[in-house]
């Protein structure tokens, strides 16, 4: 956006998106049209059009006076748009562009900037959690089945993310841990690893157990990842072609109290560890 004309971009970013929907958002609370902000801009109708489609980026005085113009007095909210839209780091997910779905790189770049994870899973050890092999024969089990050249890219790309530092907190339902990803020694060395990874201090691992009564909320997984600020918190849902990426106000509220609510219902850290290293010496 510096010149009068900028190569617009061809595939926006997950994280791209995002900063193009909290600036729509801001105009939208400000009960502005975007030919109207773009008057207070000194810019065309179509630039706002293209910022807020993710196609074109912002500066940091442009996102500012952006803010200024909308009203909004939320300081930390607006420093992280700008770190947001300033940010040209270029992550090692981007190595697998064009060469992996677009849902793989965001994932990455989601990992990369938030500064906590939390997650439930039902039926698969999450991800960044799995073992190599755990994570091939997840892959393997893919229908069409993969060429063998992605499918190891894959679990190449897998392995890589999980190189995370910030506190991931995990929520894994029993029957995750007992169906078997591959053969019983796969899932015996995934179990072991479940134990060693919850004895460190950035993952917290809690289970639930089969015989806990009445508890709708252990049936849906979900992944949420936290912002610098709450605002720009994100939840991940499966769906059949990728990832939904969520970040309604509402729903991140919903999600928060959902996660809250499964995670007093399971077992402590302590009596979780125990109850898989019991399940892996039973296999």
Known sequence: MQGAIEALRREPTARQ?????????LREAAD????QAAALLGVSPAQITH?????????EKRLRRLASHYACVDEEFIDALVAMATDRTRGWWEEYRGLLPTSFLDLAELDHHATFLREVAILYVPG???????????????VPRLAPDELEMRVNHRMRRQQFTMPYELVIHESALRIRVGDRAVTQTQLAKLVHLSETDRVTVRVIPFDLDGFAEAASTMRYAGGPVAKLDTVVRDVPHGSAFIDAEAQLRAFRAR???VEAASLDPKRSRDFISQLASEL
């Open 17 to 25: 998106m995002r900063l193009a929907t909290e600036l729509r958002r």
């Open 32 to 35: 502005l049209t975007s030919r």
């Open 51 to 59: 910022i807020e489609s993710a196609l074109a980026g912002v500066s």
């Open 128 to 142: 960044l959690l799995q073992t190599e092999d755990y994570a091939r024969a997840v892959f393997s089990a893919r």
């Open 259 to 261: 996660f809250r609510r």
